[in-house]
Nanobody, 126 residues
Framework: QVQLVESGGGLVQAGGPLRLSCAAS????????MGWFRQGPGKEREFVAA????????YYPDSVKDRFTISRDTDKNTVYLLMSSLKPEDTAVYYC???????????????????WGQGTQVTVSS
């Protein structure tokens, strides 16, 4: 059974950093693309970051570009999201997701992803 488990969320002051982890189990994801999305209170789920299966390309929306960094450790089957200079508007539940490289993939499109984690809460206080 495939599972994605996020961790690392919590309460952080504005301007601070936080690193989220997403551990995958049930299969090897070395040939799968990885992504992060978030959903703030009263908001729709939005794209945060994505990385191609081989790590060759990364994608970010303008809202987090230069503040967030996605990375992966294929040996540990884990993907990370390093967030810096956090803002109150970054408050949300953060989800990791994965998409197979053998299918058409839109890194910013949630419908492109096959498996999702349960989410981890990030709260940024002002």
């Amino acid at each position: 059974q495939v599972q994605l488990v996020e961790s690392g969320g919590g309460l952080v002051q504005a301007g601070g950093p936080l690193r989220l982890s997403c551990a995958a189990s049930g299969r090897t994801f070395s040939s799968w693309h990885m992504g992060w999305f978030r959903q703030g209170p009263g908001k729709e789920r939005e794209f945060v970051a994505a990385m191609t299966w081989n790590g060759g390309n990364t994608y970010y929306p303008d809202s987090v570009k230069d503040r967030f960094t996605i990375s992966r450790d294929t040996d540990k089957n884990t993907v990370y999201l390093l967030m810096s200079s956090l803002k109150p508007e970054d408050t949300a539940v953060y989800y990791c997701a994965t998409a197979p490289s053998y299918r058409t993939w839109g890194p910013r499109d949630a419908r492109s992803y096959t498996y999702w984690g349960q989410g981890t809460q990030v709260t940024v206080s002002s």
